[in-house]
């Protein structure tokens, strides 16, 4: 990450290839990849860093994600909807999809600047969403969709997957008091490993009925699994987690 001054442009053109094949796209203008990766530290002008495009960027980030939550959770209300929106897209999240990159070594930075070896989170979230606008001014919304959906697809799943894990037990009560009558309960079977690093084995049951058991790094995280292996039992689908 050398300051903007020291490099020729030779040198310029040499880290924009690099980093076109990090992401995987190729610029019809790289100019709008070098303004994307230059810092307000090494700009001549702040209309020149990638300020502006950090705020176009946000858009279209938050716009593809908008579009996949409408679509992928049809029973949820607005309300949800954008809690869901603010853990996909957060800062943090946006820093880590630009780690993954590397985009923090094709960053142009000023002389003043130094990171210690450590880009700053911010620093990484804000090229991330300059980035997608590069690709959206340069490629237009189906390069840009394609782009971002590589990196909030798996976001969207892992939520999704949670919020199901965390309604397992609410679900379970539900049909357990439809289908039994009673009110599940969760016993801890086995536990095994050292105090630091224990798994526990937890089943549920109602009455005398115990369903397949589950494991969990925590008591919580096995209620939770052994839930949705209930659920799984009685709907007589395969079990989402190991029973031994």
């Known amino acids: 990450m050398p300051p903007s001054d020291t490099l020729t442009t030779t040198r310029e053109r040499a880290v924009l290839e690099e980093c076109q094949d990090a992401i995987g796209y190729r610029f019809q203008r790289p100019e ?34 908008c579009e996949q939550l409408f679509r992928r959770f049809p029973e949820y209300q607005e309300g949800d909807l954008t809690k869901v929106k603010s853990v996909v897209v957060s800062r943090k999240t946006c820093a880590r999809f630009s780690q993954e990159l590397g985009l923090g070594d094709f960053l142009f ?9 450590e880009m700053p989170s911010n620093m990484l979230a804000d090229v991330f969403e300059a980035l997608v606008a590069a690709i959206f001014l ?20 892992r939520v999704a997957r949670e919020a199901i894990s965390a309604n397992s037990k609410s679900q379970l009560q539900t049909v357990v008091q439809r289908e039994y009558g009673g009110t599940p309960r969760y016993f801890l079977l086995d536990e095994q490993g050292p105090d630091h690093d224990k798994c526990f084995k937890v089943a549920a049951q109602v009455d005398d009925h115990r369903f397949p058991a589950a494991w969990g790094r925590t008591k919580k995280e096995a209620e939770l699994k052994a839930a949705m292996n209930a659920l799984a039992n009685i709907r007589g689908d395969e079990l989402p987690y190991p029973s031994d």
Do not use: Q
């Open 32 to 65: 709008l990849l070098r303004s994307a990766l230059t810092h307000t530290s090494s700009a001549n002008t702040r209309a020149a860093s990638n300020e502006r495009l950090e705020f176009l960027g946000d858009s279209v980030l938050g716009l593809v994600t």
């Open 109 to 117: 930075l000023g002389k003043g600047v130094h990171t210690y070896g």
């Open 138 to 157: 340069d490629g237009g919304w189906d390069a840009a969709k394609i782009f971002v959906l590589r990196f909030i697809e798996p976001e969207i799943e």
